[in-house]
């Protein structure tokens, strides 16, 4: 056996008081000023506790992966405290050579239309409580929950990526160029 001393990692995480944190069968609610999310910790090996205003986690080995998945859960959890407090914001750019690219928000998804020129609109999903604006020639994507936000920017980003053309040449789609904390109209 090893010498060394076995060192199991642990971490008490303070909840503000405008969050309120609930645990049951190992899934984790957290509920803010900007609305509630939900994380499923049944495949994530750290042990879960909701104790008051505090969460402990605590890793389930002394191995150098525990260690990861430990610090990995800490930040799922440090996330979503600070989504249902300020939220997330990406900002992404509509960007088109020659035939005009309008965004238009349907339901539950958004619709790219005139996307070089074609006749069909190509449709992305809009994830969870994300809310899409667009505004001229830039698209903003609010939400609480940041998983949420990033897919359905990264959604929006790839579904206008162009096919079979040089892409150096061919530069229209939407991208992402800008990401920030707090939600922003």
């Known amino acids: ?3 060394e001393q076995v060192e199991i990692h642990e971490v008490k ?20 000023p900007l609305g509630k999310t939900r994380k499923n910790f049944k495949k994530i ?10 969460i402990m986690l605590k890793s389930l ?6 260690y990861a998945i430990f610090k990995t859960a800490e930040s799922i959890v440090n996330t979503l405290i600070k989504g249902v407090q300020t939220g997330y914001t990406f900002k992404m750019k509509v960007v088109y050579a020659h035939f005009p690219i309008t965004v238009k928000v349907k339901d539950n998804s958004v619709h790219v239309e005139n ?16 809310k899409v604006i667009p505004k001229g020639d830039d698209v903003i994507v609010t939400g609480p929950v940041l998983t949420d936000v990033s897919q359905t920017a990264a959604s929006l980003q790839q579904n206008t990526k162009v096919k079979n053309k040089d892409s150096r040449v061919f530069l229209d789609g939407i991208y992402l160029f800008e990401k920030h904390d707090g939600i922003e109209k």
């Open 1 to 3: 056996m090893s010498t």
């Open 13 to 32: 995480i303070e909840v503000p008081d405008k969050v309120k944190v609930s645990e049951s069968h190992r899934i984790l609610s957290v509920e803010g």
């Open 45 to 54: 090996p750290v042990d879960l506790k909701v104790e008051g205003k505090s």
């Open 61 to 66: 080995g002394t191995r150098k992966k525990d």
């Open 115 to 130: 996307f070089q020129g074609e006749r069909a609109p190509r449709v992305s999903k809009i994830f969870g409580t994300t």
